[in-house]
C-alpha cells in the first residue's frame, strides 16, 4: 500500500496497464512529454517512448477517431481529452461511430477505448472547465460511463476500464485530484493522505465497472451521488445528524440498480444528486427507475440536489455548486415528508 | 419569385433543368501530360499535380504518357469484368428497390473505376475505409454476391443482422471496414488504423473514400492533419462527382482551383486524377500505396468524375440538374473508355462485351434469387428479433435483459 492521491493512482494504472499489455497506448492534447496539464500521463513517454504516450494536435473528433481506428485494428487506447467541457468535437465519432461499431459491424469490429477527461466544478473554471457532462454520453447506447469518488477507485475503476471491451468515458472529477471535498469552498483544503481511500496498492488490481458502494450506512434516507458529490453529500449527511445511506455509483451506465433498490427499500426515502444543471440530467434517470422499482417502499417524494439550468457561472461558483447546504436542506426535506 | 441581386454569393451549378449543359469551359488537361515523380516526393513538390490532371487514356483510347501502368491486358479484363458486375449489379439492385424488395438502394455509375482500379492496385491485405458508394471494392475483392444481396434485403443471412441500411457493408474478412451513414467519419478512422498497423510492423496500407461534399467537414481536416503530422501510411481519397444530393460541387469547394489542392496546405503528397480513366485511377493508387508503404508517408488523390445517376433512391436528379449532363460530360464513361482500349489493344471485341454483359446479368438474377430464399426485408425470415439486444455491449446488461424481457422476446 502506498499514499497516493487521485492524479497519482491514475498514472500508477495507466503504467501498469502500459507495462502488461504492449496493445495499450495514451494520447492527448499535452499528455505526451509535458504528461498533461493536470500531469496524469506524467513519465508515461519517457518510459514507454514517443509512440506509445504522445501529444496530439487540438482536435478531439481527430482523436476520438484515431483512436476507434486502432481499437478497430488491435490496440486498446487511452486518450485523454483535457477538459470534459472540451469533449463535443468529439461527440459525432463517440456516438455514432465508436459506440456503434460493434452493433452494426455485428462483432466483426470492436472498440476497447477509454476516453479520459478532467470533469466537475469546484475550481474556479468557469464555464468552459466545469462541466458535467455525463448526461450526454449515459444516453448513448453502448457506452459505459464511470467516474470514481476516490484515488482508490480511481486506479481500479480505469484499470478495469481500460481491460473491458467496451468503450468507456472515464471523467475524473479535478476537485479531488488533490484532496476530497466536502462542499464547503472556505474550509481547509483536504489531502488524501489521510483518507483510508487515498490508501492505494501500488500493483494491479480493479474496481468492478457495475458495481455501486454504500460509502456510509444509515436506515432513514439514500443519498446516490457520484464523483465529487459523494464527499459532499457524506459531510452534509454526518452534519445533518439524518440517518443517511450514502452510495457512491462509480459506474452510471449501466449503473448498479441491485444497491440502489436494497437501499431505498430499507430506507423509504431517496435523494438523487449530481453537479450538472437539473432538467434531463442523470439524477432524472435514477429518480426515473427507483420509482418504477420502489414506488411502493417509498415514503416520500424522491428529493433531487442538482446544479441549476444555467451556464456553469465563475464569480458565483458557490452559489452554482449543490454544496453541503442544499443537501441538507434536501436531507430536512425529504425527512420531513408525509 | 425572388428578383434582387443575392446580397453574398451562395454558389449555384451552371446548369439547371432545362439548362443545355455545356462543359467546354472546365480547363481538362491532355492525356500523358503530367508528369510521374518517384514515390519520395516532398508533398510539398506535387502542386503541378494538384492543379493538373492525371491521365493515362487519351482521345484514341490509347494509354499515354509517364502515368501509364502498363498494366496485362488480363488484368484489364479483370477490371473491366469487376466494373460491368458493379453496374449491372446496380442496375438490378435498383430495379429491386422500385419492387419493394429494399428499403433504400444507391448506385455507383459512372464512377465504377474509381473503386474498382483503386482496389486493384491496393493489396487485398490493404485495409479500406470506404463511402456508400464504393461497392466496386467488393467485385474486385470477390465478396460472394449473395453475401452482399443478403445485407441489402435484410434477410437471416445478412452479416449485419439487419443493422444497417442497404449498402453499408462491412466485411471484416475482406479488410471492408463498417460503413457509416455519417458523412467523413471514416477518414480520421482510416489514418488511426494505418497508424496502428505500423505500431504492429505491419506493411499493410489504408485507403478511404470520402465524397467532394464532404470536404467541408471537419472530420476532413482532422484526417489530413493527423496523416501529415504522424505520416501515417494511409491514402485519402476524394471522389468528386460533381453532386452532395443535390448540392454542387462549387458549395464545398469554395475559391480553392482543386479539391487536390486542398491537400498541398497539410503539405501532403496530393495528386488530381481523371475518375472515369481506369489506368489513371490504378497507376495513382498503385503510386500512393508504393509510397505509403515504404514510409514516404500519406497521399491525397482526388478523383475528378461525375455521378452519372441519382445520389439514391430518395431523389431524383431531374429535379436539380440536367438530364443530358452525364452524356455530355467530358471525361466519358468509365466502362467504355476502358472497353474501348482493350478493342483497340486488339484485347476485346463488342460481342465479347455483351457476352459478358448477359453472363453477368444472368448472374446477378441467379445469385438474387439464391439471396431471397434467404428471406426478404417484408416476408423474412430475418435475423431473430432478440438478435437487436445483442452487440450493445460485449455481454448485455441488465437494463438491455429487462427491455428484452418488456419487449416479450
Known amino acids: 500500500m502506498a499514499k497516493m492521491n487521485m492524479i497519482q493512482a491514475l498514472n500508477s494504472a495507466l503504467d501498469i496497464a502500459m507495462e502488461k499489455d504492449p496493445n495499450v497506448v495514451s494520447f492527448g492534447e499535452d499528455a505526451g512529454y509535458f504528461g498533461g496539464v493536470f500531469r496524469v500521463t506524467a513519465g508515461l513517454q519517457a518510459k514507454y517512448g514517443l509512440d506509445r504516450s504522445f501529444d496530439t494536435p487540438i482536435n478531439e473528433a481527430a482523436i476520438a477517431a484515431m483512436a476507434i481506428g486502432m481499437a478497430a485494428n488491435g490496440l486498446r487506447p487511452v486518450a485523454e481529452v483535457q477538459f470534459s467541457d472540451y469533449i463535443f468535437p468529439a461527440i459525432d465519432q463517440i456516438v455514432n461511430e465508436m459506440t456503434r461499431l460493434r452493433y452494426r459491424s455485428a462483432g466483426q469490429y470492436t472498440q476497447p477505448i477509454v476516453i479520459r477527461s478532467p470533469w466537475g466544478g469546484g475550481i474556479r473554471g468557469g464555464q468552459t472547465h466545469s462541466m458535467s457532462p455525463e448526461a450526454f454520453f449515459t444516453h448513448v447506447p453502448g457506452l459505459r460511463v464511470v467516474i470514481p469518488s476516490n484515488p482508490y477507485d480511481a486506479k481500479g475503476l480505469l484499470l478495469a476500464s481500460i481491460e473491458n471491451n467496451d468503450p468507456v468515458v472515464f471523467f475524473e472529477p479535478k476537485r479531488m485530484y488533490n484532496g476530497p471535498f466536502d462542499g464547503k469552498p472556505d474550509g481547509a483544503l483536504q489531502s488524501w493522505a489521510n483518507h483510508p481511500k487515498g490508501e492505494v496498492p501500488e500493483g494491479h488490481y480493479t474496481v468492478p465497472l457495475d458495481t455501486a458502494e454504500v460509502v456510509r450506512e444509515g436506515n432513514d434516507v439514500t443519498v446516490i451521488a457520484y464523483g465529487t458529490l459523494v464527499h459532499v453529500a457524506l459531510s452534509a449527511a454526518e452534519k445533518s445528524g439524518i440517518d443517511a445511506e450514502v452510495i457512491d455509483l462509480k459506474t452510471l451506465t449501466p449503473y448498479d440498480i441491485g444497491t440502489i433498490t436494497t437501499s431505498v427499500k430499507k430506507t423509504g426515502r431517496c435523494i438523487v444528486s449530481q453537479e450538472a444543471p437539473r432538467t434531463s440530467g442523470f439524477a432524472a434517470e435514477l429518480a426515473a427507475q427507483i420509482q418504477e422499482d420502489c414506488f411502493w417502499s417509498l415514503e416520500a417524494p424522491i428529493g433531487r440536489v442538482t446544479g441549476w439550468d444555467t451556464p456553469y457561472p465563475h464569480a458565483h461558483e458557490w452559489s452554482y455548486f449543490p454544496g453541503q447546504d442544499r443537501f441538507i436542506n434536501a436531507l430536512k426535506s425529504v425527512m420531513e415528508a408525509a | ?409
Request: contains cysteine.
Open chain 2, 1 to 409: 419569385m425572388a428578383t434582387q441581386e443575392p446580397r453574398y454569393r451562395v454558389p449555384v451549378p451552371q446548369f439547371r433543368p432545362g439548362d443545355e449543359p455545356d462543359f467546354s469551359h472546365l480547363n481538362i488537361p491532355a492525356a500523358g501530360e503530367a508528369k510521374r515523380p518517384g514515390v519520395d516526393v516532398d508533398g510539398r513538390d506535387t502542386i503541378e499535380l494538384a492543379l493538373g490532371m492525371v491521365r493515362v487514356l487519351d482521345h484514341n483510347h490509347q494509354a499515354v504518357g509517364e502515368w501509364n501502368p502498363e498494366i496485362r491486358p488480363d488484368v484489364l479484363r479483370e477490371g473491366l469484368r469487376h466494373m460491368v458486375l458493379t453496374r449491372v449489379y446496380d442496375e438490378r439492385m435498383l430495379k429491386l428497390q422500385r419492387q419493394g424488395k429494399m428499403s433504400f438502394y444507391m448506385k455507383s455509375t459512372g464512377e465504377e473505376a474509381v473503386a474498382v482500379a483503386g482496389a486493384m492496385a491496393l493489396k487485398n491485405s490493404d485495409m479500406v475505409f470506404p463511402s456508400y458508394r464504393q461497392q466496386g471494392i467488393l467485385f474486385a475483392r470477390g465478396r460472394d454476391i449473395v453475401d452482399m444481396m443478403c445485407h441489402c434485403i435484410s434477410n437471416s443471412r445478412d452479416n449485419l443482422k439487419g443493422r444497417q441500411l442497404p449498402v453499408h457493408y462491412t466485411w471484416a474478412e475482406g479488410n471492408f471496414f463498417s460503413i457509416s451513414g455519417n458523412l467523413g467519419t471514416q477518414f480520421p478512422q482510416a489514418v488511426g488504423w494505418a497508424m496502428a498497423a505500423r505500431y504492429k510492423g505491419e506493411d499493410q496500407v489504408t485507403a478511404s473514400w470520402i465524397g467532394d461534399g464532404t470536404t467541408a467537414e471537419g472530420d476532413f481536416h482532422g484526417a489530413l492533419t493527423l496523416a501529415s503530422t504522424y505520416r501515417a501510411p494511409v491514402i485519402l481519397n476524394v471522389v468528386n462527382n460533381q453532386f452532395a444530393i443535390s448540392t454542387h460541387q462549387n458549395m464545398a469547394i469554395g475559391d480553392a482551383p482543386t479539391f487536390a489542392m486542398k491537400g498541398l496546405g497539410y503539405g501532403i503528397a496530393s495528386l488530381r486524377v481523371d475518375g472515369n480513366d481506369f489506368l489513371a485511377v490504378y497507376a495513382a493508387m498503385q503510386w500512393a500505396a508504393e509510397r505509403a508503404r515504404k514510409g514516404h508517408g500519406p497521399a491525397y488523390i482526388e478523383y475528378f468524375s461525375y455521378r452519372a445517376d441519382a445520389h439514391s433512391t430518395s431523389d431524383d436528379p431531374s429535379g436539380y440538374r440536367p438530364k443530358t449532363e452525364a452524356k455530355v460530360w467530358p471525361l466519358g464513361d468509365p466502362i467504355e473508355r476502358l472497353k474501348n482500349h482493350l478493342i483497340g489493344l486488339g484485347e476485346w471485341d463488342d460481342e465479347r462485351h455483351e457476352a459478358l454483359e448477359k453472363e453477368l446479368n444472368d448472374l446477378v438474377v441467379k445469385s438474387y434469387k439464391e439471396a431471397e430464399s434467404h428471406g426478404t426485408l417484408h416476408d423474412g425470415p430475418l435475423s431473430p428479433v432478440p438478435s437487436i439486444f445483442e452487440d450493445v455491449f460485449e455481454e448485455p446488461d441488465w437494463r438491455l435483459i429487462r427491455q428484452r424481457q418488456d419487449l416479450g422476446v
